[in-house]
Protein backbone atom coordinates (compact mmCIF):
# COMPACT_ATOMS: atom_id res chain seq x y z
CA UNK A 1 0.00 0.00 0.00
CA UNK A 2 1.21 3.71 -1.00
CA UNK A 3 2.44 5.52 2.04
CA UNK A 4 3.50 9.65 2.12
CA UNK A 5 6.37 10.76 4.32
CA UNK A 6 6.83 13.86 5.41
CA UNK A 7 9.57 15.14 8.24
CA UNK A 8 13.06 16.28 8.49
CA UNK A 9 16.02 14.09 6.58
CA UNK A 10 19.33 13.39 8.01
CA UNK A 11 21.90 11.99 7.46
CA UNK A 12 22.60 8.69 9.47
CA UNK A 13 26.06 6.71 8.57
CA UNK A 14 26.28 8.03 5.27
CA UNK A 15 22.47 7.35 4.22
CA UNK A 16 18.96 9.38 4.69
CA UNK A 17 17.05 8.82 7.16
CA UNK A 18 13.81 10.19 8.34
CA UNK A 19 13.59 11.27 12.12
CA UNK A 20 10.00 10.23 13.51
CA UNK A 21 8.32 10.88 9.99
CA UNK A 22 4.36 12.14 9.62
CA UNK A 23 2.72 9.49 7.40
CA UNK A 24 -0.49 8.82 5.82
CA UNK A 25 -1.87 6.20 3.83
CA UNK A 26 -2.05 7.30 -0.48
CA UNK A 27 -5.76 7.46 -1.50
CA UNK A 28 -7.17 8.53 -5.06
CA UNK A 29 -7.04 12.40 -5.16
CA UNK A 30 -6.10 12.70 -1.64
CA UNK A 31 -5.43 16.05 -0.46
CA UNK A 32 -3.50 15.08 2.35
CA UNK A 33 -4.10 15.91 6.14
CA UNK A 34 -0.70 15.49 6.98
CA UNK A 35 1.65 14.97 3.79
CA UNK A 36 2.81 16.10 1.06
CA UNK A 37 1.34 20.29 1.35
CA UNK A 38 1.39 22.84 3.85
CA UNK A 39 -0.21 21.37 7.29
CA UNK A 40 -1.17 23.15 10.95
CA UNK A 41 1.35 22.53 13.90
CA UNK A 42 -1.53 23.21 16.41
CA UNK A 43 -0.20 23.93 20.02
CA UNK A 44 -1.49 20.87 21.89
CA UNK A 45 -2.27 19.60 25.69
CA UNK A 46 -0.60 16.40 27.10
CA UNK A 47 -2.73 13.52 25.77
CA UNK A 48 -3.64 14.85 22.61
CA UNK A 49 -1.38 13.98 19.60
CA UNK A 50 -1.44 16.49 16.35
CA UNK A 51 -2.50 13.90 14.32
CA UNK A 52 -5.81 13.62 15.99
CA UNK A 53 -6.29 17.42 16.18
CA UNK A 54 -5.62 17.88 12.70
CA UNK A 55 -7.96 15.19 10.98
CA UNK A 56 -10.73 16.52 13.61
CA UNK A 57 -10.32 19.60 12.41
CA UNK A 58 -10.25 18.93 8.52
CA UNK A 59 -13.35 16.54 9.21
CA UNK A 60 -15.20 19.90 10.83
CA UNK A 61 -13.83 22.07 8.10
CA UNK A 62 -15.03 19.68 5.36
CA UNK A 63 -18.29 19.37 6.91
CA UNK A 64 -19.33 22.31 8.12
CA UNK A 65 -16.75 24.77 6.63
CA UNK A 66 -19.58 25.72 3.84
CA UNK A 67 -22.06 27.04 6.89
CA UNK A 68 -19.73 29.48 8.28
CA UNK A 69 -21.23 32.98 8.27
CA UNK A 70 -19.87 35.65 7.17
CA UNK A 71 -20.64 39.19 9.53
CA UNK A 72 -19.09 41.26 6.57
CA UNK A 73 -20.83 42.49 3.46
CA UNK A 74 -19.30 41.60 0.24
CA UNK A 75 -19.73 45.34 -0.71
CA UNK A 76 -16.45 45.83 2.25
CA UNK A 77 -14.65 42.68 1.30
CA UNK A 78 -14.52 44.03 -2.36
CA UNK A 79 -13.48 47.59 -0.99
CA UNK A 80 -10.79 45.78 1.50
CA UNK A 81 -9.20 43.02 -0.90
CA UNK A 82 -10.39 40.67 2.11
CA UNK A 83 -11.06 37.09 1.56
CA UNK A 84 -14.86 35.76 3.11
CA UNK A 85 -14.55 34.18 6.08
CA UNK A 86 -15.11 30.48 5.33
CA UNK A 87 -12.30 31.06 2.64
CA UNK A 88 -9.69 32.41 5.33
CA UNK A 89 -10.87 29.76 7.58
CA UNK A 90 -9.88 27.00 5.55
CA UNK A 91 -6.84 28.68 4.32
CA UNK A 92 -5.51 29.60 7.56
CA UNK A 93 -5.62 25.66 8.72
CA UNK A 94 -5.16 24.03 4.86
CA UNK A 95 -3.32 26.81 2.61
CA UNK A 96 -3.13 26.17 -0.83
CA UNK A 97 -0.36 28.44 -0.92
CA UNK A 98 2.13 30.55 1.02
CA UNK A 99 0.34 33.38 -0.57
CA UNK A 100 -3.19 31.87 0.49
CA UNK A 101 -2.19 31.58 3.41
CA UNK A 102 -0.91 35.30 4.02
CA UNK A 103 -4.14 36.47 2.35
CA UNK A 104 -6.30 34.26 5.12
CA UNK A 105 -3.88 35.95 8.32
CA UNK A 106 -4.90 39.51 6.63
CA UNK A 107 -8.56 38.46 6.85
CA UNK A 108 -7.94 36.87 10.52
CA UNK A 109 -5.91 40.32 11.55
CA UNK A 110 -8.77 42.51 9.39
CA UNK A 111 -11.48 41.08 12.00
CA UNK A 112 -9.65 41.48 15.43
CA UNK A 113 -8.69 45.36 14.84
CA UNK A 114 -12.57 45.49 13.83
CA UNK A 115 -14.06 43.89 16.89
CA UNK A 116 -11.41 46.40 18.82
CA UNK A 117 -12.66 48.98 16.91
CA UNK A 118 -16.19 48.48 17.33
CA UNK A 119 -15.32 47.89 21.20
CA UNK A 120 -13.41 51.22 21.80
CA UNK A 121 -15.50 53.65 19.84
CA UNK A 122 -19.04 51.94 21.59
CA UNK A 123 -16.90 52.79 24.51
CA UNK A 124 -16.40 56.34 23.69
CA UNK A 125 -20.26 57.08 22.27
CA UNK A 126 -21.39 55.75 25.98
CA UNK A 127 -18.56 57.98 27.90
CA UNK A 128 -20.26 60.63 25.56
CA UNK A 129 -23.67 60.51 25.03
CA UNK A 130 -24.86 62.22 28.72
CA UNK A 131 -24.01 65.45 27.47
CA UNK A 132 -24.04 66.92 31.24
CA UNK A 133 -20.43 67.18 31.71
CA UNK A 134 -19.18 70.56 33.77
CA UNK A 135 -18.81 73.45 31.42
CA UNK A 136 -15.54 75.11 31.77
CA UNK A 137 -14.94 78.94 30.46
CA UNK A 138 -13.15 80.80 33.65
CA UNK A 139 -9.31 79.73 33.73
CA UNK A 140 -8.19 82.86 35.77
CA UNK A 141 -7.42 80.78 38.85
CA UNK A 142 -5.30 78.21 36.35
CA UNK A 143 -3.50 81.43 34.55
CA UNK A 144 -2.76 82.70 38.12
CA UNK A 145 -1.02 79.92 39.07
CA UNK A 146 0.77 79.86 35.89
CA UNK A 147 2.31 83.28 36.10
CA UNK A 148 3.76 82.40 39.54
CA UNK A 149 5.49 79.45 38.51
CA UNK A 150 9.63 79.86 37.70
CA UNK A 151 9.07 78.95 34.31
CA UNK A 152 7.13 78.81 31.16
CA UNK A 153 4.90 76.57 29.70
CA UNK A 154 6.24 75.24 26.11
CA UNK A 155 5.02 75.87 23.27
CA UNK A 156 3.79 72.14 23.16
CA UNK A 157 2.19 72.49 26.90
CA UNK A 158 0.39 75.64 25.85
CA UNK A 159 -1.06 73.67 22.64
CA UNK A 160 -2.54 70.75 24.41
CA UNK A 161 -3.68 73.05 27.57
CA UNK A 162 -5.66 75.37 24.65
CA UNK A 163 -7.15 71.40 23.70
CA UNK A 164 -7.92 70.19 26.66
CA UNK A 165 -10.01 73.11 27.47
CA UNK A 166 -11.74 73.08 24.73
CA UNK A 167 -12.97 69.84 25.50
CA UNK A 168 -14.29 70.59 29.21
CA UNK A 169 -15.82 74.05 27.60
CA UNK A 170 -18.86 71.35 25.72
CA UNK A 171 -20.98 69.44 27.76
CA UNK A 172 -20.17 66.29 26.50
CA UNK A 173 -17.59 64.54 28.41
CA UNK A 174 -13.67 65.08 27.74
CA UNK A 175 -12.04 61.68 27.10
CA UNK A 176 -8.56 62.48 25.90
CA UNK A 177 -5.38 60.96 26.24
CA UNK A 178 -1.94 63.00 26.99
CA UNK A 179 1.36 61.01 25.82
CA UNK A 180 4.63 62.76 26.90
CA UNK A 181 8.16 61.69 27.71
CA UNK A 182 9.37 61.87 30.93
CA UNK A 183 9.95 65.29 31.77
CA UNK A 184 7.96 67.34 29.37
CA UNK A 185 5.79 68.86 31.41
CA UNK A 186 2.17 66.71 31.49
CA UNK A 187 1.53 66.92 35.54
CA UNK A 188 1.55 70.90 34.99
CA UNK A 189 -0.78 70.47 32.28
CA UNK A 190 -3.35 68.04 33.92
CA UNK A 191 -2.69 70.26 36.94
CA UNK A 192 -3.59 73.57 35.19
CA UNK A 193 -7.31 72.06 34.54
CA UNK A 194 -7.82 70.62 37.76
CA UNK A 195 -7.65 74.19 39.17
CA UNK A 196 -10.12 75.31 36.18
CA UNK A 197 -12.55 72.66 37.86
CA UNK A 198 -11.85 73.85 41.25
CA UNK A 199 -12.22 77.19 40.35
CA UNK A 200 -16.03 76.61 39.51
CA UNK A 201 -16.53 74.72 42.58
CA UNK A 202 -16.22 70.93 41.42
CA UNK A 203 -13.59 68.42 43.21
CA UNK A 204 -10.67 66.31 40.83
CA UNK A 205 -8.80 63.55 41.22
CA UNK A 206 -5.43 62.19 40.36
CA UNK A 207 -4.93 58.23 40.69
CA UNK A 208 -1.97 56.61 40.13
CA UNK A 209 -1.01 53.15 39.91
CA UNK A 210 1.20 52.58 42.78
CA UNK A 211 0.91 54.09 46.13
CA UNK A 212 4.62 54.93 45.58
CA UNK A 213 3.68 57.08 42.41
CA UNK A 214 0.72 58.37 44.20
CA UNK A 215 2.65 60.21 47.57
CA UNK A 216 4.97 61.06 44.65
CA UNK A 217 2.30 63.17 43.21
CA UNK A 218 0.69 64.53 46.19
CA UNK A 219 4.62 66.14 47.46
CA UNK A 220 4.90 67.76 43.84
CA UNK A 221 0.70 68.95 43.61
CA UNK A 222 2.13 70.71 46.71
CA UNK A 223 4.77 71.63 46.07
CA UNK A 224 3.55 73.59 42.98
CA UNK A 225 0.78 74.80 44.27
CA UNK A 226 2.25 76.32 47.89
CA UNK A 227 5.54 77.25 46.23
CA UNK A 228 7.21 76.14 49.23
CA UNK A 229 10.48 73.09 48.99
CA UNK A 230 8.65 70.88 51.18
CA UNK A 231 4.51 70.20 51.22
CA UNK A 232 2.59 71.45 53.86
CA UNK A 233 1.74 68.90 56.40
CA UNK A 234 -1.86 69.62 56.45
CA UNK A 235 -1.88 69.23 52.69
CA UNK A 236 -3.27 73.30 52.56
CA UNK A 237 -2.44 75.40 49.80
CA UNK A 238 -3.07 79.04 49.06
CA UNK A 239 -3.62 79.85 45.72
CA UNK A 240 -4.06 83.44 45.33
CA UNK A 241 -7.02 84.19 47.12
CA UNK A 242 -8.05 80.40 46.78
CA UNK A 243 -7.46 78.11 49.69
CA UNK A 244 -7.23 74.42 48.18
CA UNK A 245 -6.90 70.96 50.45
CA UNK A 246 -5.01 68.29 48.51
CA UNK A 247 -5.60 64.70 50.23
CA UNK A 248 -3.92 61.76 50.13
CA UNK A 249 -5.66 58.06 50.07
CA UNK A 250 -4.05 55.05 49.15
CA UNK A 251 -4.34 51.86 50.48
CA UNK A 252 -1.90 52.05 53.11
CA UNK A 253 -3.64 55.32 54.41
CA UNK A 254 -4.12 55.37 58.58
CA UNK A 255 -7.32 54.56 60.18
CA UNK A 256 -7.48 58.14 61.29
CA UNK A 257 -6.33 59.65 58.54
CA UNK A 258 -8.80 58.02 55.96
CA UNK A 259 -11.73 58.56 57.96
CA UNK A 260 -10.70 62.47 57.83
CA UNK A 261 -10.19 61.88 53.82
CA UNK A 262 -13.16 60.43 53.28
CA UNK A 263 -15.02 63.13 55.64
CA UNK A 264 -12.82 66.19 53.31
CA UNK A 265 -14.24 63.96 50.03
CA UNK A 266 -17.73 63.33 51.07
CA UNK A 267 -18.27 67.08 52.36
CA UNK A 268 -16.50 69.43 49.96
CA UNK A 269 -12.90 69.81 52.05
CA UNK A 270 -10.65 68.59 49.40
CA UNK A 271 -10.76 69.91 46.09
CA UNK A 272 -8.09 67.88 44.87
CA UNK A 273 -7.75 63.88 46.06
CA UNK A 274 -4.30 62.27 45.28
CA UNK A 275 -4.69 58.43 45.38
CA UNK A 276 -4.14 55.06 43.70
CA UNK A 277 -7.21 52.39 43.08
CA UNK A 278 -8.87 53.10 46.72
CA UNK A 279 -10.32 56.71 44.73
CA UNK A 280 -12.83 53.88 43.69
CA UNK A 281 -13.53 52.26 46.25
CA UNK A 282 -17.70 52.31 47.27
CA UNK A 283 -16.52 53.98 50.94
CA UNK A 284 -15.42 57.13 48.49
CA UNK A 285 -18.24 59.53 47.77
CA UNK A 286 -17.19 62.73 46.42
CA UNK A 287 -19.38 65.80 46.53
CA UNK A 288 -18.69 67.28 43.15
CA UNK A 289 -16.28 64.98 41.09
CA UNK A 290 -15.58 67.27 37.77
CA UNK A 291 -12.42 65.74 36.21
CA UNK A 292 -10.47 62.82 36.97
CA UNK A 293 -6.71 62.30 36.19
CA UNK A 294 -5.10 58.68 35.67
CA UNK A 295 -1.47 58.74 35.15
CA UNK A 296 -0.04 55.59 33.43
CA UNK A 297 -2.54 54.95 31.71
CA UNK A 298 -1.40 51.66 30.36
CA UNK A 299 -1.74 50.32 33.97
CA UNK A 300 -5.62 50.64 34.56
CA UNK A 301 -8.15 48.68 32.66
CA UNK A 302 -11.32 49.70 30.95
CA UNK A 303 -13.52 48.79 34.12
CA UNK A 304 -11.49 51.59 36.37
CA UNK A 305 -11.92 54.15 33.98
CA UNK A 306 -15.77 53.19 33.96
CA UNK A 307 -15.92 53.65 37.86
CA UNK A 308 -14.42 56.70 37.78
CA UNK A 309 -17.07 57.82 35.01
CA UNK A 310 -19.86 56.54 37.80
CA UNK A 311 -18.50 59.00 40.29
CA UNK A 312 -20.80 61.80 39.15
CA UNK A 313 -23.38 60.76 41.16
CA UNK A 314 -22.23 63.13 44.27
CA UNK A 315 -22.82 63.12 47.25
CA UNK A 316 -24.90 66.44 46.85
CA UNK A 317 -27.75 64.13 44.62
CA UNK A 318 -26.28 65.58 41.38
CA UNK A 319 -25.41 63.11 38.17
CA UNK A 320 -23.12 64.18 35.48
CA UNK A 321 -20.48 62.65 34.26
CA UNK A 322 -16.70 64.04 34.46
CA UNK A 323 -14.44 64.73 31.95
CA UNK A 324 -11.55 62.27 32.03
CA UNK A 325 -8.02 63.19 31.24
CA UNK A 326 -5.62 60.22 31.21
CA UNK A 327 -2.15 60.75 31.34
CA UNK A 328 1.07 58.35 29.96
CA UNK A 329 4.61 58.40 29.50
CA UNK A 330 4.88 55.42 27.33
CA UNK A 331 5.75 56.61 23.51
CA UNK A 332 2.64 55.26 21.79
CA UNK A 333 2.47 55.29 18.05
CA UNK A 334 -0.15 57.18 17.02
CA UNK A 335 -1.73 54.02 14.96
CA UNK A 336 -1.90 52.01 18.10
CA UNK A 337 -3.19 54.47 19.96
CA UNK A 338 -6.36 55.10 17.55
CA UNK A 339 -6.22 51.27 17.65
CA UNK A 340 -5.76 50.36 21.33
CA UNK A 341 -6.95 54.18 23.01
CA UNK A 342 -9.84 54.73 20.27
CA UNK A 343 -12.03 55.92 22.66
CA UNK A 344 -9.89 58.23 23.74
CA UNK A 345 -8.70 61.49 21.64
CA UNK A 346 -4.69 61.93 21.81
CA UNK A 347 -2.91 65.05 22.22
CA UNK A 348 0.78 64.87 22.79
CA UNK A 349 3.58 66.99 24.46
CA UNK A 350 6.43 66.68 21.75
CA UNK A 351 8.77 69.53 23.34
CA UNK A 352 10.82 69.38 26.20
CA UNK A 353 11.47 72.10 28.41
CA UNK A 354 14.77 73.87 27.98
CA UNK A 355 17.57 72.66 29.32
CA UNK A 356 16.09 69.22 29.50
CA UNK A 357 18.83 66.74 29.12
CA UNK A 358 17.62 64.21 26.10
CA UNK A 359 16.58 61.34 26.76
CA UNK A 360 18.08 58.32 25.88
CA UNK A 361 16.40 54.32 25.53
CA UNK A 362 18.63 51.83 25.37
CA UNK A 363 17.63 47.73 25.05
CA UNK A 364 20.16 45.66 26.84
CA UNK A 365 20.31 41.71 26.27
CA UNK A 366 19.49 39.64 29.27
CA UNK A 367 23.46 38.82 29.01
CA UNK A 368 23.95 42.29 29.69
CA UNK A 369 22.19 42.23 33.08
CA UNK A 370 25.28 42.84 35.17
CA UNK A 371 26.32 45.74 33.17
CA UNK A 372 22.86 47.29 33.97
CA UNK A 373 23.56 46.84 37.17
CA UNK A 374 27.02 48.39 37.11
CA UNK A 375 25.71 50.96 35.61
CA UNK A 376 22.90 51.47 37.90
CA UNK A 377 25.46 51.21 41.05
CA UNK A 378 27.56 53.45 39.49
CA UNK A 379 24.91 56.44 39.19
CA UNK A 380 24.01 55.78 42.60
CA UNK A 381 27.18 56.31 44.35
CA UNK A 382 27.84 59.65 42.29
CA UNK A 383 24.73 60.99 44.03
CA UNK A 384 21.95 60.41 41.20
CA UNK A 385 18.54 58.90 40.87
CA UNK A 386 17.85 55.96 38.80
Known amino acids: MPIALAGKVTVFRGRPTFQNPEFERLALNADGTHTGRLVPVYPLTQGLPQRSLRGVIANLLERYGDRIEDPLPAEIRARHKILPLADAIRQIHYPDSRAELEEARHRIAFDELLAIQVSVQTRKQQWQASGDAPVVTDYSLADGFLETLPFKLTGAQRRVLAEVRSDMARTVPMARLLEGDVGSGKTVVALAAMLDLIDDGYQTVLMAPTEVLAEQHFRTLCTLLSGEPEPPLN?????????????????????????????????????????????????????????????????????????LRKRGVTALGESHTPHLLVMSATPIPRSLALTVFGDLDLAVIDEMPPGRTPIETKWLAPNQRADAFGHVRREIEAGRQV
Request: aromatic share 2%; glycine share 12%.
Open 235 to 307: GLVQIGTHQTKIVLLTGSTKAKQRREALDAIRHGGAQIIVGTHSLIQESVIYQRLGLAVVDEQHRFGVLQRGE
